[in-house]
């Protein structure tokens, strides 16, 4: 692995740590925390999700000065040395809010428009998911290694929505995972539903509307263990809006790609 990488990769897995041990003090404090809503009702945040992208930031920062900086809550901050780092503070804030343990912290690098590092920390759970290109997956240090002969049928796949997706299509991509045989599942972290297509416990995940730092960190732990990923462009503006997001399996891609269109 370079140099380059590899203190990056250090660094990601230490602020992903730092950070989800600061959003679980929120966490663990929430009736304190003011909700606020974003573009609609469904989108919320609250401090604790601008708090943890500020820690995040000055550490990479101060670490790689030259770096880019794409975080969900305060937008992109343009670098000079070709790396950029994706981040979500906490994806599946409106489980956070609600109490509920599927949030979870989200940092990619990109270069080059791929992702080459991708970590999510877990608190509630205590699972650190750590990937770099071609150096595979791990959960809590151990390989992890997607099932290729795996297909929908008796296997649970992850879907997610929000108010960019009709809720007919909604309904639509429930029937058709449930059509093959499959069982639906949405634990409302799409970053986490996607580590856990890393960890074999789904067998694929599919959101018609997702932005970047929902999903590049995932997509690098889900290709390192040999699951398969529908490009998303990282080019310039492309970097800012959202496309289908589709990670899965080898022996599943055929039916996810069917009901998700693509
Ligand atoms: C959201 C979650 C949710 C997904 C949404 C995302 P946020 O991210 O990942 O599961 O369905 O599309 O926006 O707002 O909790 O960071
Ligand atoms: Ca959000
Ligand atoms: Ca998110
Ligand atoms: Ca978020």
Redesign the pocket.
């Given at each position: 692995m370079s140099d380059d990488i590899s203190r990056r990769l250090a660094l990601a897995e230490q602020a992903a740590r730092e950070a989800g041990a600061k959003a679980l003090e929120y966490f663990n404090h929430r009736d304190q925390l003011v909700i606020e809503t974003k573009r609609d009702a469904q989108?919320v945040v609250s401090i604790a999700d601008r708090e943890v992208e500020l820690l995040i930031n000055g550490q990479i920062a101060r670490a790689f000065p030259d770096d880019g900086f794409l975080g969900?809550e305060f937008g992109l901050q343009a670098g000079s040395s070709g790396f950029t780092w994706v981040v979500?503070p906490?994806?599946?804030?409106?489980p956070f809010v609600n109490g509920m343990p599927n949030w979870c912290v989200s940092i990619a690098v990109i270069h080059q428009g791929e992702p080459v590092i991708g970590v999510i920390m877990a608190p509630c759970q205590q699972e650190c998911f750590v990937s770099a290109r071609g150096q595979g997956a791990t959960l809590n240090g151990k390989p992890l290694h997607v099932d290729p002969s795996r297909t929908m049928q008796n296997h649970v796949t992850g879907f997610?929505?929000?108010s960019y997706v009709t809720p007919e299509r909604v309904g639509e991509i429930a029937a058709g995972i449930t059509a093959v045989g499959g069982n639906f599942f949405r634990n409302?972290?799409?970053?986490m539903m996607l580590a856990w297509v890393a960890a074999g416990r789904l067998v694929g995940y599919y959101?018609p509307y997702?932005h970047a730092w929902?999903c590049l960190a995932g997509y690098c732990l889900v290709n390192e263990a040999g699951g398969w990923t529908h490009a998303f462009n990282t080019d310039g503006e492309a970097l800012l809006r959202g496309a289908p997001v589709l990670a899965v399996a080898p022996g599943a891609k055929a039916d996810l790609l069917k009901i998700a269109r693509l």
């Amino acid at each position: 692995m370079s140099d380059d990488i590899s203190r990056r990769l250090a660094l990601a897995e230490q602020a992903a740590r730092e950070a989800g041990a600061k959003a679980l003090e929120y966490f663990n404090h929430r009736d304190q925390l003011v909700i606020e809503t974003k573009r609609d009702a469904q989108d919320v945040v609250s401090i604790a999700d601008r708090e943890v992208e500020l820690l995040i930031n000055g550490q990479i920062a101060r670490a790689f000065p030259d770096d880019g900086f794409l975080g969900e809550e305060f937008g992109l901050q343009a670098g000079s040395s070709g790396f950029t780092w994706v981040v979500d503070p906490i994806d599946g804030t409106s489980p956070f809010v609600n109490g509920m343990p599927n949030w979870c912290v989200s940092i990619a690098v990109i270069h080059q428009g791929e992702p080459v590092i991708g970590v999510i920390m877990a608190p509630c759970q205590q699972e650190c998911f750590v990937s770099a290109r071609g150096q595979g997956a791990t959960l809590n240090g151990k390989p992890l290694h997607v099932d290729p002969s795996r297909t929908m049928q008796n296997h649970v796949t992850g879907f997610g929505a929000n108010s960019y997706v009709t809720p007919e299509r909604v309904g639509e991509i429930a029937a058709g995972i449930t059509a093959v045989g499959g069982n639906f599942f949405r634990n409302g972290s799409g970053a986490m539903m996607l580590a856990w297509v890393a960890a074999g416990r789904l067998v694929g995940y599919y959101e018609p509307y997702m932005h970047a730092w929902d999903c590049l960190a995932g997509y690098c732990l889900v290709n390192e263990a040999g699951g398969w990923t529908h490009a998303f462009n990282t080019d310039g503006e492309a970097l800012l809006r959202g496309a289908p997001v589709l990670a899965v399996a080898p022996g599943a891609k055929a039916d996810l790609l069917k009901i998700a269109r693509l």
